[in-house]
């Protein structure tokens, strides 16, 4: 294990907290949120990680082209066929489906917004 730092919590930057809380809790099976306020919620991913869905002012995602955001990251997931399936079904765009890179599966999808993120499955056998 690692002595570095850890990473404790991840947040998304939202035009809609309502619509994008309604793709993320089904789409990752999300439990009650840690926080749960008027402007933002946290949810424990597990393995002492967090996402944060936080209601951005207006001026902040203003002509910002998520698309080419310099930052991404990924959901460990472990059936990565099966979680393609169900945010296609919650509307997400995917850029390529699930495919073998470096040892693992990887999938790269767009959130209702336009956040570009990734799905992460490690090859077990």
């Known amino acids: 294990m690692s002595n570095g730092p850890r990473i404790n919590v991840v947040f998304l930057y939202c035009q809609d907290l309502a619509k994008q809380r309604a793709f993320y809790e089904p789409a990752f099976d999300l439990a009650k949120p840690l926080v749960d ?3 933002w919620v946290e949810y424990a991913l597990g393995h002492g990680s967090h996402l944060g869905l936080h209601q951005a002012e207006p001026s902040r995602l203003e002509g910002v082209d998520r698309a080419k955001n310099t930052i991404k990251f990924s959901f460990e997931v472990a ?6 399936a169900k945010l296609k079904a919650l509307g997400a765009t995917f850029h390529y489906d699930p495919r073998k890179e470096y040892g693992f599966y990887l999938a790269e999808f767009e959130d209702p917004e336009g956040n570009v993120l990734r799905l992460y499955e490690r090859i077990t056998k």
Do not use: C, L, R
């Open 79 to 84: 059936d990565i066929q099966a979680t393609t």
């Open 37 to 39: 306020a008027k402007w």
